[in-house]
């Protein structure tokens, strides 16, 4: 067995109602002066009224303005926010680009500079204050990992930062928040789960407790409990509660065993071209596997039983595609989801060969190969 560090997540909380007790059953209660971070949709929704009656009065500033993807200028604006108002700790009400957001504000706040200084590996080094997440989406596992992704909307470009103590520290999942989620949404982000799990599953930093996080998260997305279910009959709280779980442990995975080449690929789109980060890992997921088998086929194959299909890789790969663009529906090609035209594909590829998830890939990608993958999904 190869040697390997494993970077365990933060407490999570499971069961339905618990997002309305954050203020007083957990570490929140110790906090009178708490920045509470959502977006309009979810607010308008209604689900972050729990959470705002259980801090009551503690809730110091309550921000609704993020954006798909989040806005590295509203993040580090709400930071200077919380500075002058004495916040003393954070909550995240949202889908993955409101994790990523107070994550962002966060680290800010504790090291004084802007999300492009801390861009890259480690650069945070600094405790952030306490913050808590409350998941309204299943898929992007934030409230579990050490990445802060937050889109710079004017140069159309992704931060990422990946550093330990971007790690919440605690994680409320209550899947009665998921209940009524469009399916669309449901779709895209149980996709954007199931890539984590695959790339963790074969990464070059992958290891066993990784592979085991990933295969159960596997088994509840694409099982018979799984993705189906929660799009077939949306207001089952069971179907919501397994998804949630399978995001959360999908991050998990991801934040021990890394991503790769199907994220490289997914940011670069996103950040040119805003299309939903779910929704880009399914375009090229089929492709990535494809061209990871040769070295990694077999840990593709074992998947075999998790999915009801022979233990080969062309059996998974083939369920994967069914899953992804059948079960999820999402599109087959680039110019499906956005105006990209061909002469945009190499400076794409060129930037996710450059792209931070790239290297941990099981199979070394260049620019040539990341363009051809390109190519055929255009």
Same mark, same amino acid.
């Given at each position: ?67 798909? #993807? %989040?806005?590295?200028?509203?993040? =580090? &604006? @709400?930071?200077? *926010? ?5 916040? +003393? $700790? !954070? ?100 996709? #954007? %789960?199931?890539?984590?799990?695959? =790339? &963790? @599953?074969?990464? *070059? ?5 990784? +592979? $085991? !996080? ?165």
């Amino acid at each position: 067995m190869q040697s390997f560090q494993h970077t365990p997540s933060g407490p999570s909380i499971f069961g339905v109602g618990t997002a309305s007790t954050v203020g007083e059953k957990t570490l929140l209660k110790k906090h009178e002066r708490v920045l509470v971070v959502t977006d309009a949709t979810v607010r308008r929704a209604g689900l972050v009224d729990g959470v705002l009656a259980s801090l009551g009065a503690r809730a110091a500033i309550v921000d609704d303005g993020c954006v798909p #993807d %989040g806005d590295v200028a509203h993040t =580090e &604006a @709400l930071a200077a *926010r919380a500075k002058e108002a004495g916040v +003393t $700790a !954070l909550c995240a009400v949202g889908g993955g680009s409101v994790l990523d957001t107070a994550k962002g504000v966060g680290a800010v706040l504790a090291t004084g500079k802007t999300l492009r200084d801390l861009e890259g590996v480690a650069k945070v080094r600094t405790r952030l204050l306490p913050l808590v997440c409350v998941p309204t989406t299943a898929g992007t596992g934030s409230e579990a990992t050490q990445f802060c992704v937050v889109k710079d909307q004017a140069a159309k470009e992704k931060r990422i930062l990946v550093d330990t103590n971007l790690i919440p520290a605690l994680a409320v999942l209550d899947p009665a928040l998921l209940v009524g989620l469009p399916s669309k949404v449901t779709a895209a982000t149980a996709i #954007d %789960g199931l890539t984590h799990s695959m =790339e &963790a @599953l074969v990464s *070059r930093m992958a290891n066993p407790i990784g +592979t $085991a !996080l990933a295969r159960e998260a596997i088994r509840l997305i694409a099982g018979n409990d799984g993705l189906a279910r929660a799009l077939t009959a949306p207001d089952d709280v069971a179907a919501r509660g397994r998804s949630l779980v399978a995001a959360h442990l999908a991050g998990q995975a991801v934040n021990t065993s890394m991503l790769g080449a199907c994220h490289a690929l997914a940011h670069v789109v996103g950040a040119g071209f805003g299309v939903a980060h779910g929704v880009a890992n399914g375009l090229f997921l089929v492709d990535v596997m494809q061209a990871n088998a040769a070295k990694v086929g077999d840990s593709y194959a074992a998947l075999g039983p998790l999915l009801g299909v022979e233990a080969t890789c062309e059996a998974v790969v083939a369920a994967v595609e069914r899953l992804v663009h059948d079960v999820a529906v999402i599109p087959r090609r680039l110019r499906d989801v956005a105006d990209i035209a061909e002469a945009d594909l190499p400076r794409l590829a060129a930037a996710a060969a450059n792209d931070p998830d790239l290297p941990t890939n099981p199979v070394r990608l260049d620019e040539a190969a990341l363009l051809s993958i390109l190519r055929a999904r255009w």
